[in-house]
């Protein structure tokens, strides 16, 4: 197992409402993914966060947005959810020795009805 | 725009047998390609790695091979086992030294070991 976790493990949002997405990195992490898997797909990215500035964004739209801490945690925020919004959100870090290797925390299970 | 195939979507095989696992990304630049598991419910776990100066990798029943110039890229699993029982991810992406590239992920080949 990884010393990546996340929180809540599941969370159940109507559209229209916010939410937000917590995840703590591995100790000496200090670059945090974020990304969003729908039920039978591969992991999409929606962005990164490097020394708490955005790193790189995907496909995803303003109301998708993030912050990353000095202790190198990070949330997801998702405004106006959507009934699409609704997957398993992964957050990964990876060491500032290693600058590629991403480890995945649990995920939060979000349903939007 | 940025792609990983996946092929093939699903894979049965009998315990003891070998199994394959391809994909092809289309970013040239593309300089970093790992593999995951993801068992029913869990999180994917990075199994194996490779990057573009290396051509083949091994861990025990795994390895991975890696053609530039194809961009293609192949997980085999020798000597198979129930446990091995998952989802498979491949991913591309681009990173360098202080910048972790944004992974780009396959649609994921689920394998079924039958015992």
């Known amino acids: 197992e990884t010393g990546v976790t996340q929180s809540p493990t599941h969370l159940i949002k109507t559209r229209g409402q916010q939410v937000t997405l917590r995840c703590s990195s591995q100790?000496?992490?200090?670059?945090v993914s974020w990304y969003q898997q729908a039920l039978g797909q591969g992991p999409q990215f929606i962005f990164q966060?490097?020394?708490?500035?955005?790193?790189g964004r995907g496909n995803f739209p303003p109301r998708f947005s993030g912050l990353q801490f000095p202790n190198y945690s990070s949330e997801l925020n998702v405004n106006a959810l959507e009934l699409d919004d609704s997957a398993l959100y992964l957050c990964?870090?990876?060491?500032?020795?290693?600058?590629?290797?991403?480890?995945f925390g649990p995920g939060t299970r979000l349903t939007v009805t | 725009g940025e792609n990983v195939e996946q092929h093939p979507s699903t894979l049965s095989v009998q315990e003891g047998d070998s199994a394959v696992i391809k994909c092809t990304y289309s970013d040239s630049a593309s300089n970093y390609f790992p593999w995951y598991k993801q068992e029913l419910g869990k999180r994917p776990q990075l199994i194996i790695d490779i990057r573009s100066n290396v051509g083949e990798k091994k861990d025990q029943r795994i390895a991975v091979t890696l053609n530039k110039t194809a961009k293609h890229f192949s997980l085999h699993i020798t000597e198979t086992q129930p446990e091995d029982s998952a989802v498979y991810f491949c991913a591309a992406s681009i990173g360098w030294s202080g910048n972790t590239g944004k992974l780009i992920f396959g649609q994921g080949t689920t394998l079924q070991v039958k015992p």
């Open positions: 990964a870090s990876t060491s500032s020795g290693s600058f590629n290797e991403q480890y």
């Open positions: 100790s000496g992490h200090n670059t």
């Open positions: 966060y490097y020394r708490e500035e955005e790193n």
